[in-house]
């Protein structure tokens, strides 16, 4: 039986550090490519290297045949997305590569310039990606179509950009694109792992920080009939029954979001769901006790914010548009309806003071008090991610932007995989933001949180459980007390490392302070 051979490779690089669980790496924006492509009848192949630790023979498998080979790459798959492209040049010098996702989007010229990249696309890639295919298949021009980036006689050309494509002409996920294996996982799941769908794209808000402000991604949203659709097949046909709602926010439209849930409950999709909002939903009546109720009967078992500072001053000037106080109204009315909050944080923020940055610690506090099962999410240190007005601010201040993608690459990695607060000039005090943002992570959750996500051995964290036990007591003891500063004990844990490490013959300030770096980057 002769094999299938497939004209596009749609490929999810691998990431930079192999620490990110499978889960998090379900290729959705590949897959929704990959499913307006199918129906227009493109013969098309994902492969998803970033679950497999040796990727070469199966990029190999696929590659002889394909014309185009698309790439979804973020900052910390730069790396790996080079070394799949030398891969499949090696077996198929005649494809051509086009890049696309965040990076092509907010730094075009930087990203096509690169030899070794044929195309870029800019902004949203189902139609731009379908014309280039038919002008590389046809050997037609492909000057004339719209959002793509290219390269003519040593020139960098970029077309207008595509007009935002209306969702609900979009073609259901075809999800026989993902590997069988995959799907397996998410059947025979007992583990906190939900499958993610999206039901809408963009957001309304202003965040500073955010990349739908820099390319006026405005809010769609699939009405509710095709998001059923699309929920009773995944329940159904694939079996799966935890869902994450993938959306930047899911209840923006309240009468569209009370039809998915009425849905759901009519016709006995019985999921357990989980969703992105906004702390002030429900001061605004989006999110009121009518809703709460479909929310509760349809199976959400957690909502999620960002509700990043307990400093208003903060909040205002990252544009959250809400209150403190809304935060607090929404962990009361989540655990009187017995849904977990998500609530994530960062501090570090460019201009923020030692003293807001406590206050963000004192109200993660307040959080757990009104709510003990709520799910703290850091605080993360802020990193100046391309796009917004944070971003323009903290050039400002000194930090230094990569011109090249290989240095994307790089800075990435140090700062998510290694970060310390000494590589932001904003920051005053460098030592006690990392102090203050480890002992956070662990006073903030259960013992039980902690045992899944530090002791379990599937993270960074290489120390025995005991240790992390009595670490952990030790950081509610202080935050118990309130004692934010004078964190003489991280000196004696990295005295015992060092003196460890050199009986070891293991000498070195990196190794030595590893178990603590690996600490603050969980």
């Known amino acids: 039986m002769e094999k299938e051979k497939f004209e596009v490779l749609l490929i999810n690089p691998g990431f930079n550090q192999k620490s990110f669980q499978f889960y998090q790496n379900i290729p959705v924006d590949l897959l929704e490519l990959g499913s307006y492509l199918v129906a227009k009848g493109v013969k098309v192949k994902i492969l998803d290297c970033s679950v497999r630790e040796k990727y070469e023979d199966y990029v190999k498998e696929f590659a002889k045949d394909a014309i185009l080979v698309g790439m979804g790459v973020m900052n910390a798959q730069i790396t790996s997305a080079f070394e799949i492209m030398n891969i499949i040049r090696s077996v198929n010098p005649n494809a051509k590569f086009v890049w696309g996702g965040a990076h092509s989007t907010l730094y075009p010229h930087q990203t096509i310039k690169h030899k070794d990249i044929d195309f870029i696309v800019i902004g949203e890639g189902e139609e731009p990606l379908y014309n280039l295919y038919l002008a590389i298949k046809n050997n037609t021009s492909y000057e004339h179509i719209n959002g793509i980036g290219f390269k003519k006689n040593g020139q960098m050309i970029l077309s207008p950009v595509q007009p935002l494509i ?12 993902l590997d069988e294996e995959m799907l397996d996982l998410y059947r025979h799941n007992d583990t906190d792992t939900f499958f993610p769908v999206t039901t809408s794209r963009g957001c309304p808000h202003r965040c500073t920080f955010c990349i739908n402000v820099v390319t006026k991604n405005r809010w769609r949203g699939k009405n509710p009939e095709k998001v059923l659709g699309e929920l009773f097949y995944v329940y159904n046909k694939l079996g799966i029954s935890k869902i994450r709602f ?117 109200l993660i506090k307040k959080i757990k008090k009104l709510d003990p099962i709520s799910f703290i999410i850091g605080p993360q240190p802020y990193r100046p991610y391309p796009g917004g007005e944070m971003f323009d601010h903290a050039l400002s201040l000194g930090w230094k932007e990569p011109q090249t993608l290989e240095g994307w690459a790089d800075n990435y990695s140090e700062m998510v995989f290694a970060p310390t607060s000494k590589m932001f000039p904003w920051i005053e005090d460098p030592v006690f933001v990392d102090n203050l943002l480890l002992y956070t992570k662990f006073a903030s959750n259960t013992f039980g949180q902690i045992k899944e996500r530090y002791a379990s051995g599937s993270t960074r964290i290489k120390a025995p459980k005991l240790f992390i036990y009595g670490f952990a007591f030790w950081c509610k003891l202080r935050w118990a007390v309130g004692l934010y500063d004078k964190f003489f004990e991280i000196k004696l844990i990295q005295k015992y490392y060092r003196q460890k490490m050199k009986k070891n013959q293991q000498v070195s300030n990196a190794a030595s302070n590893q178990i603590m770096k690996s600490f603050a980057s969980e």
Not at 166 to 177: A, F, G, Q, T
Not at 321 to 345: A, K, Q
């Open 166 to 177: 209306d969702v609900n002409k979009l073609p259901m996920i075809d999800y026989s694109l």
């Open 246 to 362: 993938r959306d930047e926010l899911f209840f923006v439209d309240k009468e569209r979001v009370k039809r998915i849930l009425n849905g759901l409950i009519e016709r006995n999709i019985k999921i357990d769901w989980r969703a992105n909002c906004k702390a002030d939903y429900f001061r605004r009546g989006l999110i009121d006790d009518e809703m709460m109720r479909y929310i509760k009967e349809s199976g959400c078992s957690e909502l999620g914010i960002g509700a990043e500072s307990g400093s208003q001053r903060m909040l205002d000037m990252i544009k959250k548009d809400n209150t403190i106080e809304d935060v607090l109204n929404m962990v009361r009315i989540c655990h009187n309806w017995g849904i977990r909050g998500n609530y994530s944080f960062m501090i570090g923020l460019p201009n923020e003071t030692k003293e807001e940055m406590i206050k963000t610690i004192k």
